[in-house]
């Protein structure tokens, strides 16, 4: 079995197996994991997979998510009231919830910690998901400029200290997924001795030192786990927090990231006993554990869909591609299920809809009368056409779209990061367009940070991007291509659209809510394609037998805080 595996891997990675054997290492960690190296561990500012999983380990909000049915439960938060339109949350901290130097956590700690998620210059990447607060919004946007004299009061935000351990929260509308997410990182509060000494004073941030406060030595955290030690480009070691309201229940006492540096080294070293969990495992090495699992011989190999999108962006404002009928073409010329079947090869399903399908049973919501409703994607356009039927419509579109292949100036160009996965899909989208449309192709990779910035400038005519939703509602999708998002990055607007979302946002009838939502992604899948959906992602990973408390889920994250020895 570990023979098949070592010859994926082996070239790459041939001096790792002499070096683990060699190094004398230090005492081992309960339970050691496989990472790369963070930005950051700060909650307010993680924004990759692997920063968020050590820091959610470090940090805890109001509400946590539970392992088994990943439906928000009480945390920091012991209970909470909602008020009878859905628009005011009240929470009741509970009394053993402590900082790791002892003090208690407050709820004017969760005030702070928000408000600076709020304030621009901190470079907070999920601000947003706290604008379902009154006034926050407006307070971060207010920010955007030098001008002091038209900020936005603190007072307007929606987040009411009532007493030490009681948090009131108002909301611009009804949010039914608002405990889910006071459930994740960005929303965990901070200690605010800490952060006013070293990264945060009177609204100002201190940009030279707010590097320190989640060195080792200096973090306070409230979670289950603190900083015990950072070695650069080594390893991260957590240590557990004997503050930890809910500490008794800790299956592990310490935790290390062992930056593996790459894959293949992450695989020798799962193999070899270095490391008990790796994540994100390359194609080739995915596809020989599939093979194993289903043979019988491999179980401790996780597969499973995720809520996840991958797609092409399409520049809307540069001609040939402002014609919808155009963008409609080339996305009926996609012949999504072999791209699956052949390219990717890993049981991913074919996207037609931005939002996965195999996730709309768990956007539910209650209704007052009980009723339990779940959002219904759009069919998509032309999921259930046979290939007949697909390259005929891509034909039609094409000529009703006035463009001429043959007489254009320059070949349509696709970009995408120097990744072998990536230049296997352009490639065979490529010959798909050439060969349905006779439309000439170019293929160019760039690096990340110049992809980025060439999309972020509408620098482009194709772009492959992707998109990991941050909770279980359309919207976490749906947002992205609003005209004033951030996110948006095609050029794209479309005022009904636009209008759908903000009915949406403002709609009590969590029936009527999911209606709107999906005639928003109809336009946006069906009519107007300003992106070209390919494939819904899954995700992957080993767990060592000794372990068990994490469960595969589509949010992809694994609660490694909740690990514990197999008996």
């Known amino acids: 079995m570990l023979r098949s595996l070592l010859l994926v891997v082996l070239l790459p990675t041939a001096g790792l197996l ?103 210059r901190t470079e907070a990447q999920y601000a947003s998901l706290l604008f379902v607060i009154s006034g926050a919004e407006e307070y971060y946007r207010s920010r ?59 609204g100002q941030v201190l940009r030279n030192t707010q590097h320190l406060w989640t060195r080792p030595g200096t973090i306070v955290t409230n979670g289950p786990f603190v900083l015990a030690r950072w070695e650069f480009k080594r390893s991260i070691r957590l240590q557990y927090n004997p503050w930890y ?88 010329a996609l012949d999504r299920r072999a791209l699956c079947e052949h390219v990717l090869r890993l049981g991913e399903r074919p996207a037609f809809t931005l939002v996965p399908p195999t996730v709309e049973h768990l956007m539910r919501a209650v209704e007052s009368d009980g009723r339990v409703v779940c959002y219904r994607p759009p069919s998509g356009l032309g999921r259930d056409w046979t290939d007949e039927q697909r390259v005929a419509a891509a034909r039609k579109y ?25 230049r296997a899909l352009a490639e065979a989208i490529q010959a798909m367009w050439e060969e349905t449309l006779g439309i000439r192709v170019v293929l160019r990779t760039l690096e990340p940070k110049v992809l980025s910035t060439r999309i972020r400038d509408l620098d482009y005519d194709v772009a492959r991007s992707d998109w990991f939703g941050d909770y279980l509602d359309p919207t976490t999708f749906l947002n992205l291509f609003t005209s004033d998002s951030g996110q948006n990055r095609t050029g794209w607007s479309n005022p009904c659209y636009d209008r759908l979302l903000a009915e949406a946002a403002g709609e009590d009838v969590a029936e009527r809510r999911f209606e709107l939502l999906t005639q928003a992604e109809q336009i946006l899948v069906e009519e107007e394609l300003p992106i070209l959906p390919v494939f819904h992602r899954r995700g992957n990973y080993l767990l060592s037998p000794r372990f068990t408390g994490l469960k595969a889920n589509v949010r992809d994250l694994l609660p490694i805080q909740r690990v514990r020895p197999r008996r």
């Not at 009231?81 to 053993?96: C, I, M, N, P, V």
């Not at 997924?177 to 929303?187: C, D, G, N, R």
């Not at 006035?402 to 970009?415: D, G, K, T, V």
Request: net charge negative; with cysteine.
């Open 18 to 120: 002499a070096w683990l054997a060699l190094r004398q290492p230090d005492s081992r960690a309960d339970f050691v994991i496989a990472s790369t190296e963070p930005r950051t561990l700060d909650p307010h500012r993680v924004s990759w997979l692997p920063e968020i999983e050590l820091a959610a380990a470090m940090f805890e909000g109001l509400t946590r998510l539970n392992p088994e049915t990943f439906e928000p439960e009480p945390a920091v938060a012991s209970h909470w009231e909602k008020s009878a339109d859905g628009r005011t949350y009240t929470f009741h901290l509970r009394e053993t919830a402590r900082w790791s130097t002892g003090e208690p956590v407050t709820a004017e700690d969760f005030r702070f910690a928000w408000l600076r998620v709020l304030d621009p």
């Open 144 to 202: 955007l400029n030098e001008e002091a004299g038209d900020d936005w009061p603190a007072e307007m935000v929606g987040i009411e200290v009532c007493d030490e351990r009681k948090l009131r929260v108002r909301l611009t509308n009804s949010c039914p997924y608002f405990l889910e997410l006071t459930s994740f990182v960005t929303l965990a509060p901070a200690h605010r001795p800490t952060l006013r000494r070293w990264a945060y004073r009177d």
């Open 398 to 422: 094409l000529l009703s779209s006035s463009f001429q292949p043959q007489a254009a100036s320059r070949p349509l160009e696709i970009i995408f990061p120097p990744d072998a996965e990536q």
């Open 245 to 332: 309201w809910d500490a008794a229940t800790l299956g592990v006492r310490s935790i290390e990231a062992w930056i593996a540096g790459d894959p293949g080294a992450a695989l020798i070293g799962y193999h070899t006993g270095r490391t008990d969990l790796v994540r994100w495992l390359d194609r080739p090495v995915a596809e020989v554990l599939q093979r194993e699992q289903q043979a019988g011989e491999r179980h401790d190999y996780y597969s499973g869909d995720r809520l996840a999108t991958f797609f092409y962006r399409v520049n809307c404002r540069r001609p040939p591609l402002n014609n919808p009928d155009l963008r409609k073409a080339l996305s009926l």
